[in-house]
């Protein structure tokens, strides 16, 4: 974000010397506006600004064309007009001579809309630039994801399958992503599948196929999360579910890293030896030590 900013900045500054004689003010304004935000939450605004040769005279942002930030540096207070918008609350969260950080807390859906940035320079030029972006505060917040098909335990020897989709249709707009987490690590692309979407106006689903195998080298049992997410800004919302492989759960969480101890051993089944061994081979890369 920042480079090509000061990429434009840099083009506008060249441009602005090269225009001296006639005006020797120049003002550049950028704003970053989320494009979506939740009922309830909050959002950052900036307005980042650069002025050469004259003071700045004022800072506004506008929401809808009403006027809802002023700064003023001649004038000793500065008015924001918060509490006269029922949309929203601001705070303004930072202020520099190059930027403007403000805080929109307790969103309305009303407080979607446009959101200008207007910055104007002192007199004589009262030169003025206004930036704006839109915003959209969605009524619903994601509700978290649907998991199907998980069973209460699997047998080693199984191929676990299991669903996610969307609880609900999307808003417009906006396509959702699902994720597969394990034990909170994602998994990688070639153990989920794009399945279709269940309903129209609602986002595909992800499949999740996970040889049992996997589940026993990770001690028996994992959770597995499907995660939902507007993007990487938004609030993201999980379903859990845990993956159980009995035939395997009596090697404990880390046992099977000295799964070769004769403690572990005693007391179990020959199938449960055979298991582990198995499960020693895999984590050795095939160097039996038993
Ligand atoms: C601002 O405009 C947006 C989009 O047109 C609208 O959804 C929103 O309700 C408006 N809010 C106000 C307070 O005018």
Redesign the pocket.
Known sequence: MRSPLAFFFCVCCIASEMCKGESSVFLQVAVEVPSYAMTGGEATLGCSFHLTGTPIYSIKWY????EFYRFVPTERAHAISDQS???FFVTEVFRSDQRVTLSLSRLK??????YLCEVMAEHPSFLKEAVAG?M?VLREPLSPPVIAGAQHSYHSSEEIEIKCHPRHASPTGYAPVLHWLLDGRQVDHELVRPLPARRPQHAPGLALHLPATQVVAAGGSVRAECRISLGPHARSHSAFTTLMVTDALHIGPHSYLSAAGLSTIFGCSWACVLLECAVIVLLDGGSVRI
């Open positions: 929401h809808n064309g009403t918008s029922g949309d859906p009303s407080a979607s809309g446009n839109e959209t």
